[in-house]
């Protein structure tokens, strides 16, 4: 059994909904998005080459520790030297904590970002397992455009439409690379939709759990403590697929024609479960 797990993709994949389902599983805790590497490892040269940390870390620390999940008692026992391996190490002992203080095994972390920072969580995280989900391109760009545009703030401004492409592409790519990894497994939005309970028991064997059913009874109420509705981050209180016709509803039919062209050629055939 697994006593750590990652979710991976692009924004607006479903990630949220695959999160809250195996938050549900009572071995497994899960929190907000930490987005713990993105500000843990530094952008520029030479710091990044030495493993060190950005200088970035320490007031994110102290806005998620303290101010998003109340605990003000961890900002405490992070090593003297600011090196990423040694922190990572900490943050590991810190979602362990957190998942024993409800009496759960495992922690599950789901940042959609991480998936720039594998390698870090393979080299940092002994005995880790990797979940990517994947969307259809179209519908991830319609939702991604219509997000960017509804809350602007929270999104770093309003993206355009090859912003939005791009990023989708690049998630995929970056899935690709790691086909064929044993601790990496690779889920279609659509097929979770469509067949929830075969892909929760897959994804449970993959993770050396037994499958409950409440996995899908409760997985509106883990949501309540996994999701930021004021990004636009929800969970419907039924899995049904969100698929439908957004993409025809935000975008003109030049830009249709436009992103289904740039999509056009890129398969999700080789992440079927």
Known sequence: MTKNIFIVGCPRSGTTLLQSILAAHSDIASFPETKFFPHLVPGKEPWKSLGMVSRRFKPYLYNFLVKEIGHPELLANWPPLPFIKFYSHRFAEILTILAAEQGKSIWLEKTPEHRFYINEIENHFVGVKIIHLLRSGADVVASLYEVTHKYPHLWHGKWDVDLCVDMWLEAVEISRRHLGKNHHIFVQY?????????????????????????MLANYGDAAKTVSLA?????????????????FYQVFTPEQQEYVLKRLSGVSLDDFVL
């Open 190 to 214: 659509e097929q979770l939709v469509e067949q929830p309970q075969a892909v929760a028991e897959k994804l449970s064997q993959f993770l050396g759990i037994d499958f409950q059913s409440q």
């Open 230 to 246: 004021a990004a636009g981050r929800t969970v419907s209180s039924e899995i049904r697929n969100a698929n439908s016709q957004k």
